[in-house]
């Protein structure tokens, strides 16, 4: 029997098999923010410890950094803490960091790739969930906490049991105006937010070998909302493509010779998976979600859905706590909802092509009056692109507001970047959560062409729509 | 680490699903250094219901947290495990449990049990009814006890011989360093570093 991608990769990596079932893994980057981390340190230097490969450790400043004047100091006195902390920490232990004002920082998810450092084959950790993005370049990527921060930063390893293998094929190709962000939403909401739970997902099939490495970003992202572990893509010409155009790659020879063992890289057609998921990409359209999680999505086209709707009961209650909080009618249009911001940007969607894709529907148009729509860079060379390209008159002139900081910003709004209670905004992070854009915010996740369009007329929209 | 053999206390039923990191912890708490301190954060949004399950004082000593399917979703913010055990959880049952959420338990020796969801509901009635009642969390005999029942469930062997032992995983991995060392020898040139 042959094996799947994400087996060969693990059984690449393993350094030792325990004796209970578990698999030390050999981790080839550690990447790191100021969240989670301090606390790790802290242990580290408690127990004598020190770092075994700062040369394979990265840091970023993501999370709590400000967005409109990187000059100013975070206004947060536990957050700028943490950023005091994570500048202490990696010069102490020697760790390169792309402090704000660096022109390599921004979000973790995207710098890391941006600068070339992720690779097919290689096994990559971060002290965040969505570190699962970086699958997109076939490498084995797993979000951890802080503890295991700490034990892949005294030993370079972790131990970790096999996960089994879920492949998810998209035949087809996506109809006009469909992203990876409609196709994620779909399949969330087809298999549930822990359809992938324990599972490594490989997204395979024509049209997701059509998707762009940034596009196929988006996809491996919201691999954790379907609640797996890691989502990955074996790796193509387009994947090589973009490697070739990055920073810090191996020359002539050793480029050659990487590039042999990466065309390697992909799943036997003997292997077996653990479980299957087929969807067609011709039966997709553009997606958002209504709930307050992710697997509570539906077509925009579609009417918010009744608690009775569901014939589970749990999904019933669960319905009914999620309309409440949202403030939803069932049978309203989605097309009806009406919100008060628009938030683009994140690691989910916060890339240039995002800000492209944005800036073609807001061409000519104006946001609407009495909204806001807020654009975040994923990095500053994500935001230095976008002015190269003019993107920043686009958002100027439709009225948008073109953030000079790169970070989380509203994702996680642990920055002063939040919505107030009760306020409700399209958005294309990656998570609804009650909260999660503020206390008592309301988030429905979109692509960010919808929430272009979204900005435009002040209800959900699809550029289609305008 | 501390070590947990058998734990015995009251139990708070959480008749929710999908109670994902942020609602466990909102993330306007995440912004502490510290692994301790989190006890007033836990469930904070939450707790601000008169009618939330830990504000009955029936409920507030509890030490047991049952839960719905897919407890611990979404971040990996290790500071949800901190909070449940400053508050004073040392074990929580539930039928499914978000991946990474369940990594840091067990890493911090918060005992994370897996039960049939029927059990989870006759637990839940079984606490309700009686507040009072202990639940034993038995991670030496792998069972837990309430009501005159037995529950049996199961643990990677790994995870469990370090909770029972309050063993530092760090420290047993560093035991292999000739592996890794050898291992990091093979290793491919051309694989990027950072520095
Ligand atoms: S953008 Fe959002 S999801 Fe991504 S790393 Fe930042 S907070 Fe996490």
Redesign the pocket.
């Known amino acids: 029997m042959g094996s799947t991608l994400a087996q060969k990769v693990w059984a690449s990596h393993v350094v030792r098999q325990g004796d209970a079932g578990d698999d030390l893994l050999y981790i080839d980057l550690q990447l790191l923010h100021e969240v989670n981390t301090p606390q790790a340190f802290d242990r580290l230097r408690a127990s004598g410890r020190t770092v075994r490969r700062p040369d394979l450790t990265l840091g970023t400043e993501?999370?709590n950094t400000p967005t409109i004047d990187i000059r100013r100091r975070i206004e947060d006195p536990e957050g700028r803490r943490q950023s005091e902390l994570m500048r202490s920490n990696c010069a102490e232990f020697g760790i390169p960091l792309h402090r704000l004002g660096d022109s390599g920082q921004g979000?973790?998810?995207v710098i890391a790739p941006e600068q070339g450092l992720t690779r097919p084959g290689m096994t990559i950790v971060c002290c965040?969930s969505?570190t699962t993005t970086l699958g997109a370049f076939g490498a084995l990527a797993f979000g951890i906490g802080a503890s295991q921060v700490e034990h892949v930063l005294a030993t370079q390893t972790l131990p970790m049991r096999p996960l089994k293998n879920l492949s998810v094929t998209v035949d087809g190709r996506l109809p006009e105006g469909v992203t990876a962000k409609d196709l994620i939403l779909a399949l969330i909401a087809e298999i549930g937010t822990a359809g992938g739970q324990g599972h490594i997902i490989e997204y395979r099939g024509a049209a997701v070998t059509a998707l762009s490495m940034e596009a196929r970003m988006t996809l491996c992202n919201m691999s954790v909302e379907a609640g797996s572990r890691a989502g990955l893509i074996a790796p193509d010409q387009c994947t090589f493509d973009y490697l070739a155009s990055r920073p810090n790659m191996p020359t002539s020879a050793a480029w050659e010779a990487e590039l042999a063992h990466w065309r390697t890289l992909r799943t036997d057609d003997d292997a077996v998976f653990d479980k299957e998921v087929v969807l067609n990409a011709a039966d997709l359209s553009p997606y958002v979600s209504w709930g307050t999680n992710p697997g509570q999505s539906i077509p925009l086209t579609a009417k918010v859905p009744a608690p009775d709707d569901f014939a589970d009961e749990e999904a019933r209650t669960a319905a009914e706590r999620a309309l409440a909080y949202m403030d939803l009618r069932p049978g309203t249009e989605m097309r009806d909802v009406t919100v008060d911001a628009v938030f683009l940007g994140?690691?989910t969607n916060g890339r240039i092509e995002d800000l492209r894709a944005a800036a073609d529907v807001l061409r000519g148009r104006k946001v609407t009056d009495g909204l806001h729509m807020m654009i975040v860079p994923g990095s500053v060379q994500v935001r230095r692109q976008a002015e190269e390209e003019g993107l920043d008159r686009v958002f100027a002139e439709a009225g948008a507001d073109f953030r000079a900081g790169a970070g989380?910003s509203m994702?996680?709004a642990l920055n002063e970047d939040r919505l107030a209670p009760g306020q409700r905004a399209a958005s294309t992070?990656?998570r609804n959560f009650e909260g999660r854009q503020g206390k008592g915010s309301r988030t429905h996740i979109v692509s960010p062409q919808v929430a272009a369009a979204t900005a435009v007329t002040g209800r959900l929209t699809s550029p289609s729509d305008l | 680490m501390k070590k947990f053999t058998v734990h015995r206390g009251t139990a708070a039923p959480l008749r929710r699903t999908n109670v994902d990191t942020d609602q466990i912890i909102p993330v306007r708490f995440c912004a502490s250094t510290t692994r301790d301190g989190h006890a007033d954060a836990l469930f904070a949004d939450w707790r601000a219901d008169p009618g939330f399950v830990l504000n009955k004082p029936e409920h507030r000593d509890a030490t047991v947290l049952i839960a719905g399917n897919d407890f611990g979703t979404g971040s990996s913010r290790e500071y949800a495990v901190w909070a449940l055990q400053d508050y004073g959880f040392r074990a929580v049952l539930a039928p499914r449990y978000g991946d990474i959420f369940r990594a840091n338990s067990l890493m911090n020796g918060l005992v994370t049990v897996v039960l049939p969801a029927p059990d989870i509901e006759w637990l839940w009635e079984l606490v309700e009814a009686g507040p009072a009642t202990c639940v034993t969390v038995d991670l030496e005999g792998l069972e837990v006890r309430a009501g005159g029942r037995a529950f049996p469930f199961s643990l990677d062997p790994e995870s469990r011989h370090r909770i029972l032992g309050g063993i530092d995983p760090i420290g047993s991995t560093l035991q292999h360093e000739d592996d890794i060392a050898r291992y990091e020898a093979g290793r491919r040139p051309a694989l990027p570093i950072t520095v």
């Open positions: 993501d999370h979000i973790v998810h965040d969505h994140s690691c989380c994702c996680a992070n990656n």
